[in-house]
């Protein structure tokens, strides 16, 4: 088990197992992350651009030696917990589908598709090749 706390001014969560940090999430209101706002492959239609109660997962930070160790998982559902405590309604992510073979690891930091699907997730669009837009309605 590890103790997931928020990563102070940065807009996300730590992970700690034993006083070392093993992991890090950015999580926040997607308004906060203006590469999504502007991007037009991922990004919101125009009305929803300001809404403050939609939420993003956006990048996962976990060294290589604690990979494979569910630190990722953990952190999903602390950044679930935590947008639904400062009342977020939707959590949006952009995870890779590795259904079609093995991705370089380099491309796996917004998560994966099966790491979502087991949060309950659910997929809305497959803008191109194998990243996409899934949301949690919370």
């Given amino acids: ?80 917990d935590r947008a639904r405590q400062r009342g977020a309604t939707t959590l949006e992510a952009y995870p890779v589908d590795t259904t079609g073979g093995r991705q370089p690891s380099a491309n796996l930091f917004t998560g994966t598709l099966s790491m979502f699907k087991r949060a309950g997730f659910r997929e809305v669009d497959r803008p191109r090749g194998a990243q996409l837009v899934m949301r949690l309605e919370l």
């Fill in 1 to 80: 088990m590890h103790e997931i706390v928020e990563a102070g001014a940065e807009p996300g969560l730590l992970a700690y197992r034993e006083g070392k940090p093993v992991g890090w999430v950015s999580v926040a209101p997607r308004p906060q992350y203006g590469r999504i706002i502007r991007s037009g492959r991922i990004g919101p239609a125009p009305e929803e651009a300001a809404d403050e109660r939609i939420w993003s997962v956006v990048c996962f930070w976990i060294p290589r030696n604690e990979r494979g160790k569910g630190v990722a998982n953990e952190l999903l559902r602390g950044a679930v």
